[in-house]
């Protein structure tokens, strides 16, 4: 069992003091006898010289040093604390560094003394500051002159600290498989569950597989993503899916299944043309379009992933020139029919006009009345007037 002291202020002493000294801790190095040690420490700090001289203690000390920051580490009682072999701070503990002070007084020249002394007590703590963390000088100095408070994150961040003690519940194997199926595609689970179901011995509460089973999950979702998951080259990019890309299927703009892709409209290398709503496909047409069984390139031009990438890079032109086809030919039956009705002879269009055109009084059969909407049809009295001058002339 390791030996523990703890460094906790009290009414009457601070760092320097008491059960708090440089001495006491002596006396606690020789008694625990070269054994791995803890030191507690809960300071708002004290004494630099005293803090030094236990800092130096605890370096030389035999046996394993782990300092702990149970609630305050600050001014002194933070260079004890970057004595241990590893530093643990806990998540809810307070770090606080500051430039060295002193109550004097006396003369101009005393005082002058005073600062000199201060500066050079201050480069001493520095450097204990900069062999822990790996900051540089400048760093370190301005962090000193600034009085910077850390929390636990900050302190690790910087480097000061090595470990934040966490209270919460140990994470089990059961816990880390239920969060990937519970987040992974359906397929995915149905997959994982197989697996799981037929190993009955699995112990998934062993606490010594947990650090073993993030990385054998990540192998096993990545070998499922290079079987299941499939890819669609369009007009507007590659679609990533599970299974066939069929009416209600969901589709990502991302390998991993992340990002569902944008609603537009898609065309593919083949001509099928689809819509995506919500993530989904939606009406999904027959391929039309440029034969997309062509894509075999020689094998003596392109290899391995060259190859690929340059049947991807076809796809996608083919996929674009299959949606300029499908807009151009929607253009052009719009183009002919326009032309249609340019064309119309002038009586056609008086037939058209008079095929749905009733004088009033008039006793005229209801055939007219079933053709079809002409092209141009006058609507207001004025314009009906005007037509039936031109008609009977």
């Not at 636990?152 to 003690?165: K, S």
């Not at 990385?215 to 070998?223: A, E, I, T, Y």
């Amino acid at each position: 069992m390791n030996y523990k002291i703890y460094l906790y202020d009290t009414e009457s002493d601070t760092i320097g003091s008491g059960p708090l000294s440089s001495v006491a801790i002596q006396s606690h190095l020789e008694a625990a006898a070269g054994k791995d040690i803890e030191i507690h420490i809960s300071s708002a700090g004290g004494s630099a010289f005293d803090a030094i001289a236990i800092y130096d203690l605890l370096k030389k000390y035999p046996g394993k040093v782990t300092t702990y920051v149970d609630a305050l580490a600050a001014s002194a009682a933070s260079i004890v604390a970057m004595a241990g072999d590893t530093l643990v701070m806990s998540k809810y503990a307070l770090m606080m560094i500051h430039k060295p002070m002193v109550g004097s007084g006396g003369n101009a020249d005393e005082l002058l003394k005073d600062v000199q002394m201060l500066n050079v007590v201050q480069s001493r703590l520095a450097h204990i500051y900069m062999d822990k963390t790996g900051l540089d000088s400048a760093t370190i100095n301005s962090l000193i002159d600034a009085v910077t408070w850390m929390n636990a994150d900050q302190a690790l961040d910087l480097g000061f600290i090595d470990q934040v003690e966490d209270y919460s519940e140990p994470v089990s194997n059961k816990l880390i498989i239920q969060n990937y199926t519970n987040s992974a595609p359906l397929v995915y689970r149905q997959c994982i569950n197989k697996i799981l179901n037929k190993q009955t011995n699995m112990n998934l509460e062993n606490k010594e597989l947990i650090d073993r089973t993030t990385s054998v999950l990540d192998k096993v979702m990545n070998f499922f993503k290079k079987v299941v998951n499939k890819q669609t080259v369009t007009d507007k990019g590659t679609l990533h899916h599970a299974g066939e890309l069929d009416e209600g299927t969901e589709v990502y703009q991302d390998e991993d299944l992340n990002t569902p892709a944008s609603n537009d409209s898609y065309t593919t290398s083949s001509g099928k043309k689809f819509t995506v709503t919500s993530g989904k496909v939606h009406e999904v047409s027959a391929d039309q379009g440029i034969d997309d069984d062509d894509d075999d390139l020689p094998e003596n031009l392109f290899t391995g992933k060259n190859k690929t990438a340059v049947q991807s890079s076809i796809k996608a032109v083919k996929a674009k020139l299959n949606a300029q086809n499908s807009l151009l030919a929607e253009a052009k039956a719009a183009l002919e029919e326009a032309n249609i009705r340019l064309n119309k002879t002038r009586e056609e269009v008086k037939n058209e006009i008079k095929s749905d055109f009733s004088p009033e009084n008039s006793r005229r059969s209801n055939k007219a009345k079933t053709e079809t909407a002409p092209f141009f049809a006058p609507q207001t009295t004025l314009a009906q007037n005007a037509v039936k001058k031109a008609i009977s002339r």
